[in-house]
């Protein structure tokens, strides 16, 4: 069901990076919207003790507003990197004011496009061939721009209809350039905040881009999830046309759907949210806890839900194949918080790679307990921002305490899939009962031979 592991892709050794002066221009741009956004919200912070909660609820929606704007005219600008971040902050409807959700879903799949000029030159460098002897067919409006490319609808001389993925020119270099830049304002900001420390996460985000810029990489993801579903009929993964494929332009078979948050389509189309909520989460269990092989980035823009309820996924840059013996962790690690074993939360997140700075365990216990466990003893499919609010009071008197200084990689990208999945589960209005979908797979596991050898 698996396929071997393979070595991380990494940046492309041709990408330039921008001249000097494009990079301190970006670096102006970034710094900027960290210090205007942090700014804004430290000095409320600081004054509204003195008022009623009402004025500070008021004052700290406004700055919710004033924030995303800010950050939705930056990420425009600049585009890239800063649009990812940014399609990351509007799935969170879960936990992040409506402010933020609904200013920053329009870039999803609605970034400002490439000139249909620069996308002919890239496509033409690349397959090595003119436009018109590849495809029969090509439309020169995009159906979908994102952060790092955009998506043409086409025709192949045989009659297939296809979707290409055209990354954009020198984008590589900016990513780099402006992950870096990101770090340094991390750094910053972490010696200012010293209880939130981001620039572990950082890091490992500098691990899986390279992986959203290596086509021909995402094309293997989306064969091997298309093998692993086969015997199922409720997911879609498209072809990929592996002839017309190179590490920058990606061509596969174009698959119709509806949004997986447009519920006003869903509802026309007949289609019980519901019943796309808990697929949703079906099929990511399967992903993780099966085959050991997920798709990284569920964001909206990457769903399409047909009729039955079915579930198209698309873009597999960012996918990950993690090992058995970390599987098989987080299934002890998942089935430990599920029974509310202290002893086998510690022992779980151990064998995870977890470590606190003085090696005791309460800032583990209180992070399973603030997530998935408060989750799950409230018969929630999602965590809320009352939930959130709770957490942000109490964990960091807890981390401060004995912060934690290693994270294992693997298990930031399943909580950034945890995180997407919870948002959209807040969006589809999810009664997905977590407890009663996670227990079959975590007890089938258990008692398997590798991870029962393993516990």
Known sequence: MRSAEKPLPRFSSDASEPGLATRAWRFANIAWLAAYVYVGYKSIQLWTRYISRRNRDALFRRQDLRAARAMYATAVRLEGLLIKASQFIATRADIL?????????????????????????????????????VFAEFDQNPIASASLAQVHAARLPDGRRCAVKVQYPGIEGIVRADLRNMMFVLKLLAWLERDFDFQVVAREVMKYIPMEL????????????????????????????????????????????????????????GIDKRAVAQKLIDRFCDMILRDGFFHADPHPGNILVQAGPKLVFLDFGLAKDFPSNVREGIVRLTFAILTSDREAIIRAFGELGFRTRDGSPETLLALADLFLGQTLRQNKAYADQELVEQFSDEFPKTLRANPIVEVPGDVLLINRVMGLLSGLGKTLDSQVNLFATLMPYAQRLMLTPGAATAS
Not at 123 to 132: M, Y
Not at 216 to 235: L, M, Q, S, Y
């Open 214 to 269: 290596d086509f021909e990489h995402e094309g293997e993801n989306a064969r091997t999830i298309k093998r692993n579903f086969a015997a199922c009929d409720d997911v879609v993964v498209p072809e990929i046309y592996r002839d017309f494929t190179t590490r920058r332009v990606l061509t596969m078979e174009l698959v119709d759907g509806v949004k997986i948050t447009d519920l006003a389509a869903l509802e026309r189309a």
């Open 97 to 133: 004011p409506d402010e933020w959700v609904s200013t920053l879903s329009g870039l999803h799949d609605r970034v400002p496009p490439r000139s249909f000029k620069i996308i002919r030159r890239q496509i033409e460098t690349e397959l090595k061939r003119p436009l018109e002897s």
